[in-house]
């Protein structure tokens, strides 16, 4: 008799979720409920349902069952106790934050991370007397040391977005426990195929849902998966402050992922073999991809990393006045503030991740004005290399 063993990725991306929940007349697809409210005959079992007691839906700024089926996929996917989901992946970053960080706590983080988290680390909780050290991204010794000193959330982000730099997630995981602190993973960039931070020592990863999860840019949402009880609390800070997952994209993100790691195998594929072509042409001075030997995080992320990802970055000889030459130029991409769809996208972070800061706040945070955020699509390799060498001819 063969053993039986936890269900592959593939198989999860697929099935996740969607066992245990009623199917609306034996449909084998799980089913966009689109209703607000929902009824009961008796006032104790709406009252169980509201108190938890029992399961079930009161309204659906709460929960939703085409939402829940969402939640369990990736909950089963990062190997997590639970999850919930959000409008977006900045509302999940914004809730995660809102629920743990309070007047007179501390946050330690990199200076790699997403424009927008980055944001809120330089002007939102600040005012809101909250210490925040952003640290060099790759500085293992300095952030240790400043973990060290004490803190209330260590938040990382690995692979970083649009840099590409690797960061310790066990190591620095350790050190955070051993002064209480709360270790946070943004995972959008490596996705639940390619990296499960909970079993390196986070606490919460979280997931701009839009991006890889759904695959096929047409859905916008977050998600962040956890212990029963850590979800539990950002979840009560979710369904009082509002920023509910709709139904409809719910649905898209169950019917993107069950693509999930046929689309992430080959965008592994894709994105390293432009990797290895754009490091070997003139026009381009740097590559950022941590499935390069040259990269700098490369052995850390062959440890936590079980594919490199279909992102990488790169700068181009000519500078911002070059990209807007060579980027126009390209047929199989599309110039949008978007990334890890099936369709490749490119785009610079003067319009893209960090649109929201000063060339100065850029700067410091280590990106150039010439580099190119790309986002590998699963299109053919072939045409995708074609495509990239005529664009840079015209430099």
Partial sequence: MTESK????????????????????????????????????????????????????????????????????VKELEGAEAATSFASGMAAISNVLGTFLKPGDRIVSIKDSYGGTNKIFNDFLPPLNIDVELCNTTDVDQMETEVRKGCTMLYLETPTNPTIKIVDIKRLSAIAHEVGALVVVDNTFATPIN????????????????????????????????????????????EINGATLSPMDAYSFIRGMKTLKL??????????????????????????????????????????????????????KGGLDAIKIFLPKLKFAHRAANLGCV???????????HVECSAEERAAAGIPEGMVRYSAGIEDIEDLIADLDQALAHL
Wanted: with cysteine; glycine share 10%; proline share 6%.
């Fill in 6 to 73: 936890n269900p592959g990725k593939s198989t999860l991306s697929i099935w996740g979720g969607e066992q245990e929940h009623p199917l609306y007349e034996r449909s084998t697809q799980v089913p966009v409920v689109h209703s607000v409210s929902f009824t009961y005959d008796d006032i104790d079992t709406w009252q169980d349902v509201a108190l938890e007691k029992q399961p079930g839906h009161i309204y659906s700024r709460n929960t939703n069952p085409t939402v829940r089926a969402f939640e369990d996929k």
């Fill in 195 to 238: 990296q499960n931070p909970l079993s390196l020592g986070a606490d919460i990863v979280l997931h701009s849902a839009s991006k890889y999860l759904g695959g096929h840019a047409d859905a916008l949402g977050g998600v962040i998966c956890g212990s029963q009880k850590l979800v539990k609390q950002v979840y009560h800070y979710r």
């Fill in 263 to 316: 689309r992430i195998d080959r965008q592994n594929e894709n994105a390293m073999a432009v990797a290895r072509w754009l490091e070997a042409h003139p026009s381009v001075e740097q590559v950022n991809y941590p499935g390069l030997e040259s990269h700098p995080g490369h052995n850390i992320a062959k440890q936590q990393m079980s594919g490199f990802g279909g992102m990488l970055s790169f700068s181009v």
């Fill in 343 to 353: 369709e490749t996208v490119v785009g610079p972070p003067v319009t893209t991740s």
